[in-house]
């Protein structure tokens, strides 16, 4: 990966055609941290080509574990002894070294771990980590480096999240699978890769169960081993992918994410005036005339907030004002200045538009926003900030007229499977310009 890489975007008009979507991202760096949980090794398969699962591998290697990657398989063997320290090369690179405290505090006792990175959407805190590690029995640290904690055995609590963070939940689950007792965890995040990961720790033998009210119940066990899992496919991925074809008046197919992964997201794209052709293989939306909108975002079963940039696009192409209120991150409009240099007309607030106040009601973020759609986008030269905001730009480039050129397309790179061979698939005009 070039990291200073770009693309040159010529719009062709509507973008028909096949996509492929793999396992989600965001659940398959998370198997490859319980691995470390098991006596034996672990096997995921449908594993996306993403820079994400390289760097994850690379912290594993370092710690002493085994990695293997081939095809859509990652094998990770956790059986040597462990290292308790993620080197700090690792710095800032993505939200996982916070998630291998509990399992190496299981396998090493002493841990530390530098400061998560991930992309640039709030403040990202990891005071959620760190209560309930401490909650769980460890002595735990942060410094400006990153995060010490130490514990002979961790011990089951009642814990309760201050909001349902993915993260937070995930570092419960991975914590609590080993530690010595029951722990209950209110408020828990459910999102389908929280689910699959608790599924992946049951198949290694954990006790866990979901009650209702967002409450997982975790009985400690003595031990785990080794279990493989086919990871589900990305609902990220697989909505962007359905943007990109309505977005452009044209229409994309897209394998291999479930249905029931894209509830919120076909219902709301219903209500934009969409047309849904929807079978156990693939998913197809075209729409005649895009109507405007009014979402916010939320934890699962709501929209979710990494939909919400390609949406917003959308909305661009849609007669009428439509209003987005982001409530899962303070600052995840970052990229709406190149919407408006393409000539978008999108406003930001700090209020909160379109529905209930929310935790970022009186913070100083400007996290709602008001389009006035139907206006047509013209190319730009931009530089892509993030991962979902990069993805949006493709999306507008593909709209726009005129040719655009992004920089900085690894952050692409890190969180899409092979996204540009997917999008020449789809009839884009596309060439890479090494950096
Ligand atoms: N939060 C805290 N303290 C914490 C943890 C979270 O205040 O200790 C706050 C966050 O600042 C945020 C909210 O809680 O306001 C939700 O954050 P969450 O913990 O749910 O997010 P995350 O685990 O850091 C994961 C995904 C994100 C996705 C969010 C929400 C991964 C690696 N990342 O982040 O994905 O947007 O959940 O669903 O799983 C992406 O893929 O582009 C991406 C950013």
Redesign the pocket.
């Known amino acids: 990966m070039t990291s200073s890489a770009a693309w040159r975007i010529e719009p062709v008009g509507p973008l028909f055609g096949d996509v492929s979507v793999r396992g989600s991202?965001?659940a398959v760096?998370?198997h490859m941290v319980a691995a470390l949980l098991g006596d034996t090794p672990s096997q995921v398969t449908n594993a996306p080509q993403i820079g994400d699962v390289e760097i994850t591998a690379g912290m594993l290697r370092a710690l002493g574990a085994e990695v293997a990657i081939a095809e859509d398989a990652v094998v990770v063997d956790p059986q040597a002894d462990l290292v308790g320290e993620v080197p700090v090369s690792f710095t800032g690179l993505?939200?996982?070294p916070i998630l291998m405290l509990g399992p190496l505090l299981h396998r090493v006792g002493h841990v530390t771990v530098p400061l998560v990175g991930?992309?640039r959407?709030?403040?990202?805190?990891?005071?959620?980590?760190?209560s309930a590690l401490r909650a769980l029995g460890a002595e735990v640290e942060t410094t400006a480096e990153g995060v010490e904690a130490k514990a002979a055995r961790l011990r089951g609590a009642r814990i309760r999240l201050?909001?349902?963070?993915?993260?937070?939940t995930?570092t419960v689950l991975l914590s609590a699978a080993l530690a010595e007792g029951r722990t209950v965890l209110e408020n828990s995040?459910i999102?389908p890769?929280v689910i699959e990961l608790a599924l992946f720790l049951q198949r290694m033998g954990a006790r866990i169960e979901l009650r209702p009210d967002r409450r997982f119940v975790i009985e400690g066990v003595e031990r785990l081993s080794g279990a493989s899992h086919r990871i589900g496919g990305d609902r990220?991925e697989a909505f962007s992918y359905l943007i990109a074809g309505l977005a452009t008046g044209g229409r994309v197919r897209v394998y291999g994410c479930a249905q029931d992964r894209l509830v919120t997201a076909i219902s709301t794209l219903h209500r934009m005036g969409a047309r849904f052709e929807i079978t156990d293989d693939w998913i197809e939306a075209r729409a005649d005339k895009l109507e405007p909108a009014v979402v916010q975002t939320h934890?699962h079963p709501g929209f979710?907030?990494?939909w919400q940039s390609p949406l917003v696009v959308l909305c661009t192409q849609a007669d009428g004002m439509s209003v987005v209120h982001e409530t899962?991150?303070?600052d995840r409009f970052a990229y709406i200045d190149a919407l408006q240099a393409m000539g978008a007309e999108i406003e930001l607030f700090d209020a909160c538009l379109g529905g209930p106040g929310c935790r970022f009601h009186e913070a100083d973020a400007r996290h709602s926003v008001v389009i006035r759609g139907g206006r047509p986008l013209h190319g730009v030269e931009a530089t892509i900030p993030?991962?979902?905001a990069g993805f949006a730009y493709v999306i507008a480039a593909a709209a726009a007229e005129g040719s655009s050129l992004l920089h900085d397309v690894h952050h692409l790179e890190r969180?899409y499977s092979r996204p540009f061979e997917s999008f020449a698939g789809l009839g884009l005009q596309i060439t890479r310009i090494a950096g």
């Open positions: 991202k965001n760096t998370k993505n939200r996982i991930g992309d959407i709030g403040a990202r805190p990891v005071d959620f980590h760190v201050p909001y349902p963070s993915v993260g937070g995930e995040a999102e890769e990220i934890p979710m907030t990494d899962v991150f303070e993030d991962i979902r969180g």
